[in-house]
């Protein structure tokens, strides 16, 4: 049992803890396997989910997004899709016409679930020392808790898959991804590839947690996705990779200049 004391210790030595999780590998892939087959629809299909659940956050968009470094440098080249079970009410008849997009959704349904879950029993952690934080994320109509299913083309990124950045919302959690290549540490100085534990999901501080914890105690996770293997650099091989986004509700995320820091030489 994870205790208050554990939890802080952990994230005050590295700014990430494994938590246990209750989603299958095979659960996992089964889910990543159905958003690839989203993926494939028309565009008028995969771009018909559309909502926003924080209008001030420059996160928070419902629905399959593209970056492309073209567009701003500080991108990535990714496609990616954010679940929020706001998407069942709203969406319900669409839904029922089309059976690919209404399966990804039925499998994305329990991981958001027990995100929020997850999401719930740390943050009660956190209360012990920080009373309020609980409800700093949760009182609120649509809980800003977004499940992100991420497919990387290794064509087009080269060694990098996902440049250095921290996150822009409060917390993370990697819940899983198709082979190791995650990287975390408190600066460009001490990244090290995460063995990613069977049934556990990685917690990671992220950038604007002092709006859900006002501490100087904690440092948020700076992180990237490298590929290992070199030989496989520009190979048509795609990643996948299931990431939980959590954010308090109504406040804005920190400029990306902050975000992405450590990068300003490469842009
Ligand atoms: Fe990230």
Partial sequence: MLTQEMLFDELKKTPYVQIEFPISRPQFEEAALSFFKFLELPDHLKNHIELKIAPLHR???????????????????????????????????????????????????PIWEASNTAVKELMALMDQRFPGTSQKIF??????????????????????????????????????????GLRIGKGP???????????????????????????????????????????????????????VFIEAANVEALDKSETHKWRTEEI
């Avoid at 593209?66 to 709203?90: C, G, Q, S």
């Fill in 139 to 180: 009182d609120t109509d649509h809980v800003h808790i977004l499940v992100r299913f991420l497919k990387y083309d290794w064509k087009a990124c080269g060694k990098y898959l996902a440049k250095p950045h921290f996150d822009a919302g409060s917390f993370t959690l990697a819940l899983a991804e198709s082979c190791p």
């Fill in 189 to 243: 100085e001490d990244l090290k590839i995460i063995n990613h534990q069977e049934n556990h999901a990685i917690f990671m501080v992220s950038s604007n947690f002092k709006k859900t914890i006002e501490t100087d105690e904690l440092a948020p996770a700076w992180h990237d996705v490298i590929q290992r293997d070199e030989t496989q650099i520009g190979r048509g091989f795609s990643r996948w990779a299931i990431v």
């Fill in 59 to 109: 996160r928070g968009d419902i629905g399959l997004k593209h970056r492309d470094p073209k567009d701003d440098a500080y991108n990535d080249t990714k496609d990616f899709f954010h679940f929020h079970p706001l998407i069942l009410e709203t969406y319900s008849s669409f839904l029922k016409e089309n059976p690919i997009i209404q399966d990804f959704m039925a499998k994305a349904l």
